[in-house]
């Protein structure tokens, strides 16, 4: 049972480069989230999946998408990266309306020079 | 606007040195409470959940509680392995994101 897991660990991109951030998790849980962390701003909610087939836009979506491709697998692309997308990028899942613990991956450090 | 506030924002105690540290917050209704703590360079740990005023969880040397407008997690008599961030998150019954707060960095010294 590994929980949330994220791809890739590290990433350096130029600017105007393009990437998918991968999540997946093995808890069946209904719902997924995207958070940002920067430094003394705190987790940032980028998007949400509250059940499979459903997205919705958090507190900073612009210059991202999400796919939600199936119960355990939820992307977070990047078209045109830009250096104010610098951060540690958190997937997190939890089981539903009523059970809302969130439980978090491990991040992706990425870089846009 | 659902708002968070940690303090302090670093905190340095001696082990055994018992504290407490504070999260206060604004949501136009609590739906639950979570305490998180985060080492450095990894994802968030879950630790409580609290949901209602006057509830108080329990874990090893941590103890959260719950306050109409805040929580305080506190820790007694502190180890080194204690040390990370520790981040509060209300959740609003309005809404299924959390808002989390920026955290305390709390440092114990053997």
């Known amino acids: 049972n590994a929980g949330v897991t994220q791809t890739p660990k590290f990433q350096v991109l130029k600017t105007g480069q393009s990437m998918t951030l991968q999540c997946a998790q093995d808890?069946?849980?209904?719902?997924m989230y995207w958070y940002r962390q920067d430094p003394g701003m705190g987790l940032r909610l980028i998007y949400y999946?509250?059940?499979?087939?459903?997205?919705d836009k958090g507190e900073v979506p612009n210059g991202y998408n999400v796919s939600r491709l199936n119960k355990r697998e939820f992307s977070l692309r990047l078209e045109s990266a830009a250096p104010s997308q610098t951060s540690v990028y958190f997937c997190?899942?939890?089981?539903?309306?009523?059970?809302?613990?969130?439980?978090f991956g491990p991040g992706t450090r990425l870089t846009v020079l | 606007e659902d708002q968070v506030t940690q303090s302090p924002e670093a905190l340095r105690l001696q082990e055994g040195e018992s504290s407490s540290l504070n999260c206060s917050y604004t949501?136009?209704?609590?739906?639950?409470l979570f305490w998180y703590r985060q080492d450095p360079g990894k994802g968030p740990e879950f630790l409580f959940t609290?949901?209602?005023a006057g509830e108080e969880k329990e874990k090893e040397r941590l103890k959260a509680t719950l306050t109409k407008k805040e929580s305080f997690l506190h820790i007694t008599a502190p180890k080194p392995e204690d040390s990370a961030t520790y981040l509060c998150?209300?959740?609003?019954?309005?809404?299924?994101?959390?808002?989390f707060g920026s955290g305390t960095r709390l440092q114990v010294q053997p």
């Open positions: 997190a899942s939890s089981g539903g309306f009523t059970t809302d613990t969130q439980y």
């Open positions: 808890m069946n849980h209904n719902s």
């Open positions: 999946s509250a059940s499979e087939g459903t997205t």
């Open positions: 949501v136009s209704g609590l739906r639950g």
């Open positions: 609290l949901y209602s």
């Open positions: 998150a209300p959740q609003d019954t309005g809404r299924r994101a959390l808002t």
